[in-house]
Structure formats: C-alpha cells, structure tokens
C-alpha cells in the first residue's frame, strides 16, 4: 500500500502538459505547430519517465497505488509506454495533415493529451469506478476530436453515431458496476478476486449480471462483434489523425482493462470462454468480410482493425493466470500500433485537401511517382497481413502459438485461415500502388514530419520484430 | 573456460553499419547531388580495417590463453526461441574463426582499397562499395556464428551479396543471367544445408543448439545420422564452395567486377563450404566413409576443372577454374581429415587468388576492358608491377617451392599419401602439373611474347597508385605465408596446424620421412613439367589456335551446362508450362475461382449489413447481447 511518486509520473507530466496548453490556447499565444511539438515532449517526456523502474516491488505481480485503486506492473507500464508513442507519432504525423486542412485549432492537442491522460489511467486502473471515470475522460475526448471538423457531415454524423452507441454501452458498464457493488459490497478489483474465489461466481446472480454487462461494454468499446458496427462509419467520418489515434492508443488502453479485468481469477475467464469464443470467430471473420467489401481505404482500416481485435481476443482467450502471455498481447498491440500509425501517418501527407484520394484507385501508381512512401505503406500492409519479416507476422506467430498451447486448436486454426483472407484487402492496395500507371502526380505540401514519421514507423516494424519475449 | 568479449559482436556490425550508412548516402544523393568518389572509397574502407584490427585482438586475446581455453564467445540476444529451438544471437571466436577472421579482414580491406581504383568513373559508385560492405558483413557473421543457424544467415547472406555483385553491370542481360545462375544453383546446395541442419537439430538440438553443446552430445548420434547429416551439409557446401555437381554457377560469376570476384574467390563465399567442413570436424571426423566421399568428390573436381582451364582464354576463366580447382584439393584435404591442411590451404590461397585476380583486372583495366588472353600479349614492359606481383602470384599457385601455395597443396598431398589413398594422391599430382601449365600458359600469353593486338597495346598503362600497392602487398604474403607452416622436414614447426589443432578433431597419420620426400618430389616434378611444356608452347608467341576433338569438348567445359540444361532446367520448365497451361485453368482455378466469389458474395451481404443507421447498429447489440444471455443461461444449467 505504498503510494510511490515515480510511477505516477508520466500521468502527471501528460495531465500537467494539459492544462498548460490548454492555458496557451485560451490567449492564442503560441502557432498550432508550436503547439504539435510541445505535446509531442509532452509525450516524449512522459515516455522517458515511464521507463524509470518503478520501485523495488517491481517483481511483484503488481504494486497498489491509492489502496489499490490503481495498480502498477510490467503489463501496465510497457501499455502506457505504446499509448504514449502512438501519441507522439499522432501528434507528429498530423503537422503534415493540418497544413492541407485548416480546421484544427489549439485545442485539438489539448484533447489529444487529455485522452492520453485517461487512456494512461486506464491501463492502471484496478477499481470500477476509476475504470468508468478514466473510460470517460477517454470517451468524451475523442467524441470532440472524432467531430473536430464541424463543416464535414459524415464527421457531425460519426461523432453522433459513436456517442449514442458509446452513450448506450457506457448504461451498462454503471449497471454492471452497479450490480457487482451489490454483491460484493466493494468495487475493487482485489475484493471482487477475492470474493469469487471464496464464494465462486455462480452462487451469485448480482455479480454475474454484473461482470457479463461490464464486459459487453468493454467489447463494445474493442468492437468485437456483434459490437463492431460503429467502427467502420466513425472511423471513416473522423480526421486521419483521430483515426489513427483511436484504432490504436484507445484499443491499447481498453485491452490493458480487458487482461487486468479478465485475469482477476481463473474462474472467471473459464467461465467466459465459450462466449468469447464464438466471439471471436465472429469477429476474425466479419471484420475480414466487411473489408473485403470496402472502397475506402479508411473504412477498410476499420474493418481491419476488427480483425486485429479478433487476433488480440484469441490472445486474451489463451491468457492463463501467469503473466506471460500478457507480453504476447502487448507485443501484437505494439505491432498493430506500428503499422496502422504508419499507414495513417503516410495517409495524413498522401491524403491530399479535404482527404481527396481516399479510395484503393486513388493510389493507383503511387510507387511510380513515390516509390518510398509506397514502399514504406507496403511494408505496413505487409507486417498488418503477417508476412515475415515484420512485426506483424511475430505477433501472430506468439498468438497463434500460445492458442496451440493453450488447447485452442480451433481458434488457432481459423486465425491462420483468417490471415490468408485478409490477404485479399491488403494485397489490394499494394496491387494498386504497384500495377497500375499513375495518373496522379501525388504532389506532395507540408511539412516533412509526417513522411519522417512514416520512415521511422517502417524501421519500427522491423524493429519490433526483432524484440524477444519468451513464449 | 569461456572468455565473453563483447567485442565479438562489433567486429561483423561494422561493415553492416558501412553498408548502411553508404546504400543511404547513395540512395538519397543518386539522383540530385552525387557524392565525391573519394567520400565513398574512404567510408567504405573504414569498416574493413577496422575489422581487421579487432580480428587481430581476437588472435592476441585467444593466444594469451592457455591452449585448451582458447575461446571467446559473446551472446547479443536471444534471437528466437520456439519450444526446444533456443536460437541466442551469440558470436564464438576460436582459433579456426580467428584464422579465417584474419585473412578474410586482411584481404577484403585490400580489395576494397583497390576497387577504389578499379571502379573509378563507376555510375553506382556507392551502390558497389554498400554492397561489398554487405558482402563482408554477412561473411564475418559466417565466421563467427556460434552455431550452425547463426552460420546460416551468412551463408545465405553472402549468396544474396553474390548476386547482387555478379548482376551488378546489369544493363547486359547476360550478367544478370549469371547472378540467378550462381543464387539458383547456390539455392540448391542451401537446401542441403538446411535439411543437414534440421536433422541434426532433430536428432540433439534439444540441448543447445550452438557449436560447443552440439561438440559435446555429438557421441548421442548414430553413424545414420551422422552420415547423413554429414552429406546433406556437404551438399551445401559444394553449392558454395563450386564443387561437383554444383560448380557450374563460378565460372559464370565472372560478369561481376573484377574485385567481387578477388572477394568471391578468396576472402568470402567460397571458402565458406571448406570452412563448414572444418568447423563440423567433429562430425566428419567421426564417419571416415562420407570423408572419402567429400574428399574424392573434391579431387575430381580439381581434375575437370584443371582440365577445362588448360583450354579457356577469358583470362578470369582460367582463373576461376584454378578456384574451382584449388577448392578441390582443399575438400580432398578436409575429406581425409586433414582440416589443418585444407584450411591452411584456404589461408595461403585467399593471398595469391586475390593477388591474381587483382592482377588479372590490372591488365583488364590497362586494357580497357579486353579480357581475351589471345588479343594479349608482350605487356611484361607496358605493366611492370602487375607483371612481377602476378609471376609470384602465378608461381604460388602452381606450387613452385618456395612460394606460399606449394607448402599448402603439398601438405594435403603428402597427407593423402600417409591416410593410405594413392589414387587421390596420384590425381592431385597429375592436377600440380596441370595446374602450372595453364597458370603459365597464361603468364606467357599475357606478359611475354610480342603484341597480338597492336592498338590495345599502345592504349595500355600501369594502374594508379592504390591498385598496385594492395599488388604488392598481397605478393609479399603469397611470397611468404607459406613459411608460417613449414613442416617438420624443412626445420619448420607447423605454426598454422597447432594453432588450429584445438578446434578441430583431427587424425594425425603417421608416416616415414620417406613418404614426404616422395610426395614432396612428386609435386616439385609435376610442376617441372608443366611449366616447361607451358614454356614451349607458348613462351615465345602463339597462334589462336583451333580446337577440335578433345580439346573442343574441354573448352565447351564437357558441355556439362548443357547436359544440365538438358536433364534439370527443361524438364523443370515443361513442368512448369504444365501447371501454367493444363492444371491451373483447367483443375484449381475452378475452386479457387469458386472460393474468391463465394466470400465477394459474403462480403457483399457484410457490406450490406453496415447500413448507416444507429437504431440498426444498436439492435445489432442487443441481438448480439440475447445471444450471449442465452448461451450464459445454457452453460449455467
């Protein structure tokens, strides 16, 4: 029950950078690129911090902060660390898309960050109330950022979509939270363990109730199906950088819930698992299906991060009670995160005004014209459908092994099939880039961040793939 | 013991960061300001150098150990590690890695120095210097792996660096022909390396999978297996090292720049098969049948290649066959258990293959670009320094006394005789002879005589500065690393085989002085005669001459390219316009075809369901939401 300083850091830096900008912006006294560079040492900084070793309870399978409000452990601390770079990557990509479309304002980092602050919360949240209060720091900042561009319909009618929905989603967590206090007199994680363990989840319908509406809002949250039909449309009405952001600090934070949530006792997850693996499957395939359909690339991002929620819940599924498959969920996260920030950061400059080249044969020819920046989406694609070398492909290989392991020869197998079907979207995309002649001369204006950001996300994909964690 | 030294992992590291830093200085200046060559010649230079100076801390720190101890090893990370399989990213020195680390450095620093000269003017100047940096770094993590997957990626490393050198001119269709000639046959050889690897992983793997643990549970194996393991290895090997049946993609190599191929045949690639051979002594010495196997693949490889470089008159040809042939003797030498001998005569060869072929694109380059020894000529006045470093290349290689090759070749002969195998011992003598025919056949043709071609003559001039002095330097150790080994007989106390004698489990036959004078005297004839009937024939002028019968037949190289295109490639290709013409439009397509419609049709309806409205998404939930309340009521019963 030490209240150490050092891992409240980071949360304290993002918070406090906050509200300083948020200051600034009151008096419009700094650029909007000014502003883009200082959350991205907002970021940066709080990234370091986060590094710091957490105290000598480190081994420990976690260490309560505020009489175990929150928590903090490896699982925790490395999910924060992906939430913050996939902010600094977002806040530097979008310098690039903010020179084509004028409507952001100073604000828009401060919301960024403010999400980012809850999202960091999130990850280490061991308590129900804490967990509804940082979700909604998170929500209500991203529905302001999904409908940033108020002159854009399908952005008013995104942000309208998700925020019904979310509204509806966000009814049952406070029911279910509602209905496990019933029960447990408690809403801490460590009490509701302990009260399973002693008296088992059966025996009591309050707390059944309430887990299986807690965890409908947080797959709602991850869109898995039949939750998943939000995503496409919000994703698509949102601005390249808030799509980016959502698709993946925000499932980031979630899935950290979703593990500290399912891993509180063993009974629990068994429990679940004949759900979540119909559940999955569904998810593996509809998200394939709708995005085999699409034109939109943005829309297909979307249908495929479906499928990559499909992947993550396979993960979630093989998770025993030991910590070590939590590596493999935060190794494909970070590999996801990689990859889709690349792709979304290449998009930011690609884009054009007002996002004018938004479909598959609007990238006809680019790597004629662009042969790096086409290159650089090839290989994010590449690492997205888990050709090796790539992140992409190790991810899969930890999660599909860990299946194996686990018993779920099924899911294992239908994750291989899954993969060969995503196929057909991602190859798509690379046919058009590289097989077509190019009638666009993809000229490009704004500022180099953004295809710098893309050039350093490649490396990363490689990178991370190189990372070894022990299966 | 165990020395760690983390060192170890700097030395291969190096020329892959030159490789890097110079393919992106390259690419992002190719098309707008182009860098001075000057800039690229000296970053390129920086690695190699650098890596020979720690290869000689790795020799000072190995020899400052006791004898038995003297390893180093340095673990980076664990690459991968999939049940049993636990790959660590690890490098391992001995004194058999610090050996080939020394002259491999040594050499390569020299070729790199000369292409400077060699490839001025170049269009892709930096491309070439990136990818020789390439070459060297995937040749040192060769070197150093410390197991056989460590091996692997540089051994499949320098088969890419092969190709992408031997292609490099690749405006001529026919070079690049030639890099997938040398990547597809050196695919095959790779096959057999992996599958050797795979069954030895299968049969002891399972605890550890590095040199030293393999070492040590080596006496679980059967001799199935082992043989077993053993061929398939040397399978790889003879796709790298050009043996028979695989030896046919080096004499192509040559479309590469003369340097690569200095690099291909004496520092890198080839010697690697050898190198395998010797650093799996442990289970090569333990099946004395697949050693006579490697062994009398090798000697008959030494003798067609001698015998198709006595007719060849592309001056690299004949040089590349001497490879394909020096190569032989030194799988007769590792074949008979004789790994001291054979990598010895690695060592010496990596001096005076390199110090030829530099020579050779001397000449080539004096030329500008002539490489038919018959247009050649009387260029002993024109190129001085070439012509007196390439005598003592020349001289080693033939194997005249005291020169470096003699002591080398002469070892691995001497030792065939005392193993108690006569007719390797025979055909080696008879490949000496031939060996000093054609290697002065083309000294003769090229220095001595008067001008075949008058106008390339008065064209042709001595190369700059930083060409001949890596000549010279090389001709000093092709004069004299032969003296590092000098055997027992000339008062010598065998340096190179003692310092190696801890990493190899090698046999040491016992035989009468009177052997070693025989084998000795054997080869001091053969050489005798071959360069005496060398002199006759050519010394003082030759015509072109007209081949026919037998000697048509050797100079078409046995038409063996063709019996392969006859045999292997077609077939292949009839198989493959099968499958283009009959099974895919008329058996798979059809399913496949059925597949693709059916989850486009699937797709569709998905689409369909993603209709826009909220009131449709939400009851989507609250279906979804039943079906889970149901399910949960059904598993509680």
């Known amino acids: ?471 | 013991m165990e020395q760690s030294a983390a060192y170890l992992g700097l030395i291969p590291l190096l020329p892959l960061a030159g490789a890097t830093i110079i393919g992106l200085l390259h690419l992002s200046s190719c098309q707008t300001c182009k860098l001075s060559e000057r800039t690229y010649g000296i970053l390129a230079c920086i690695a190699p150098i650098l890596t020979f100076l720690f290869a000689i801390k790795v020799f000072l720190d190995l020899h400052g150990l006791p004898v038995e101890a003297r390893q180093i090893s340095y673990q980076a990370f664990t690459w991968f590690k999939v049940g049993e399989l636990d790959i660590a990213m690890g490098f391992f020195a001995d004194p058999l890695s610090s050996l080939m680390l020394l002259f491999v450095t040594f050499t390569a620093s020299l070729i790199h120095i000369y292409s400077i000269g060699y490839m001025a003017g170049d269009q892709t100047f930096g491309k070439f210097f990136a990818y020789l940096n390439l070459f060297l770094g995937m040749m040192l993590i060769l070197v150093l792996g410390n197991g056989p997957v460590v091996m692997f990626v540089g051994w499949e490393g320098v088969g890419l660096c092969s190709y992408l050198l031997i292609s490099y001119y690749s405006e001529d269709r026919a070079n690049v022909l030639a890099g997938n000639k040398a990547f597809i046959v050196n695919r095959i050889g790779d096959l057999g390396f992996v599958l050797g690897m795979a069954f030895l992983f299968w049969a002891i793997g399972g605890s550890g999978f590095d040199y030293i643990s393999l070492k040590a549970n080596a006496h679980l194996l059967s001799s199935t297996t082992i043989s077993l393991v053993c061929l398939l290895l040397f399978l790889g090997a003879t796709g790298k090292s050009a043996q028979i049946p695989l030896y046919v993609w080096l004499p192509d190599a040559m479309a590469g720049p003369t340097p690569v191929s200095a690099l291909i045949h004496a520092a890198t690639m080839v010697t690697a098969g050898v190198y395998m051979v010797a650093r799996f002594s442990f289970l090569y010495s333990l099946v004395p049948t697949v050693g006579l196997i490697v062994a009398w693949t090798g000697i008959l490889t030494a003798l067609v290649s001698a015998i198709y470089g006595m007719y060849q008159d592309d001056i690299k040809k004949v040089l590349a066959y001497s490879t394909v042939s020096q190569l032989g003797y030194m799988f007769a030498g590792v074949g008979l258990a004789a790994y001291s001998a054979g990598i010895f005569h690695v060592f010496t060869h990596a001096f005076f293959k390199a110090l030829l072929f530099l020579g050779a694109g001397s000449v080539i380059y004096a030329l500008h670009h002539e490489q038919n020894i018959w247009k050649m000529g009387g260029l002993r006045t024109k190129l001085p320094i070439t012509y007196w470093t390439m005598l003592i290349g020349a001289l080693a290689l033939a194997g005249c006394p005291p020169f470096s090759g003699f002591f080398s070749k002469d070892e691995i002969l001497y030792l065939a005789l005392a193993t108690g195998n006569p007719g390797i011992w025979l055909i080696g003598v008879l490949v000496a002879g031939m060996t000093a025919y054609y290697t002065f056949r083309m000294i003769f043709l090229v220095f001595h005589g008067s001008p075949r071609d008058q106008g390339l003559f008065d064209h042709a001039h001595e190369a700059p500065t930083v060409m001949t002095v890596p000549l010279i330097i090389l001709a000093v150790g092709a004069l004299f690393a032969g003296v590092l080994n000098l055997p027992a007989i000339f008062g010598g106390g065998q340096v190179v085989s003692h310092w190696l004698a801890p990493s190899l489990a090698e046999l040491h036959p016992e035989a009468s002085h009177e052997t070693e004078i025989l084998a000795i005297g054997a080869s001091v004839v053969a050489f005798f005669i071959g360069i005496t009937i060398a002199y006759r024939k050519f010394g003082s002028g030759a015509e072109v001459p007209v081949f026919t019968g037998f000697a048509s037949f050797a100079y078409h190289t046995f038409r063996i390219n063709e019996l392969y295109d006859l045999l292997l490639v077609r077939p292949y290709k009839a198989i493959g316009s099968a499958i283009e013409y009959f099974f895919e439009p008329q058996v798979t397509d059809g399913p496949v075809q059925l597949t693709t419609w059916f989850y486009r049709a699937a797709g569709t309806v998905f689409k369909l369901l993603q209709v826009g409205y909220v009131r449709i998404y939400a009851i989507y939930m609250v279906i979804g939401l039943s079906l889970m309340s149901l399910l949960l009521s059904q598993s509680l019963k």
């Not at chain 1, 898995?224 to 994703?235: E, G, K, L, R, T």
């Not at chain 1, 009670?321 to 930011?348: D, M, P, V």
Request: hydrophobic share 60%; aromatic share 14%; with cysteine.
């Open chain 1, 1 to 471: 029950m030490t209240c150490d300083i050092v891992p409240l850091l980071p949360l304290g830096i993002v918070g406090f950078g906050a509200i300083i900008l948020m200051l600034l912006a009151a008096f419009e006294k700094i650029h909007l690129e000014v502003a883009a560079v200082f959350s991205m040492g907002v970021f940066a900084l709080a990234f370091v911090m986060q590094l710091l070793p957490a105290g000598p309870d480190n081994l420990a399978p976690y260490t309560a902060l505020f009489h175990g409000m929150l928590v903090t452990n490896e699982f925790t601390k490395v999910a924060a660390l992906i939430i913050l770079a996939c902010g600094f990557f977002t806040a530097m990509s979008s310098t690039s898309y903010f020179r084509l479309n004028s409507f952001c304002t100073l604000e828009f980092y401060c919301l960024m960050i403010f999400a980012t602050f809850g999202m960091l919360l999130l990850t280490m949240a061991h308590e129900l109330i804490t967990v509804f209060i940082s979700l909604e720091i998170v929500s209500l900042s991203i529905y302001v950022l999904v409908g940033y561009n108020r002159k854009s319909v399908t952005s008013a009618e995104a942000v309208l979509k998700y925020l019904m929905l979310g509204a509806f989603a966000g009814a049952f967590f406070t029911m279910g939270a509602a209905l496990i206090y019933g029960a447990v007199k408690s809403t801490g994680f460590e009490a509701i363990a302990s009260f399973i363990a002693a008296k088992g989840l059966v025996q009591s319908p309050a707390l059944l109730a309430g887990v299986f509406f807690i965890l409908f809002a947080l797959m709602f949250k991850i869109a898995a199906f039949p939750f998943h039909a939000w995503v496409v449309d919000v994703y698509d009405g949102a601005s390249v950088p808030v799509t980016g952001f959502m698709a993946t600090a925000l499932k980031t934070a979630i899935f950290a819930v979703l593990a500290n949530f399912l891993i509180l006792d063993v009974g629990l997850k068994d429990f679940w698992l004949d759900g979540l693996f119909y559940i999955t499957v569904f998810t593996l395939f509809a998200g394939n299906l709708i995005a085999i359909g699409q034109n939109s690339l943005k829309r297909m991002l979307a249908a495929s991060g479906i499928v990559h929620t499909g992947y993550l819940l396979i993960a979630v599924i093989a998770v025993s009670s030991n910590t070590i498959s939590g590596h493999i969920i935060l190794f494909y996260l970070a590999a996801y995160a990689a990859s889709t920030l690349g792709i979304f950061a290449a998009l930011s400059y690609l884009g054009g005004k007002d996002e004018q080249r938004s479909t598959f044969d609007d990238f006809k020819g680019l790597a004629k014209v662009r042969p790096y920046s086409a290159a650089a989406i090839t290989i994010f694609l590449l690492s997205m459908a888990g050709i090796p070398p790539t992140a992409g492909f190790m991810g899969k290989l930890y999660i599909i092994t860990t299946a194996f392991q686990a018993g779920q020869t099924t899911l294992a197998v239908l994750g291989i099939v899954s993969s060969i079907l995503s196929m057909w979207y991602y190859l798509r995309l690379i046919i058009s880039m590289y097989f077509h002649e190019a009638t666009d001369p993809f000229e490009i204006v704004g500022s180099p961040f953004a295809p710098v950001c893309t050039l350093i996300l490649a490396a990363c994909v490689f990178a991370i793939s190189l990372f070894p964690i022990a299966i």
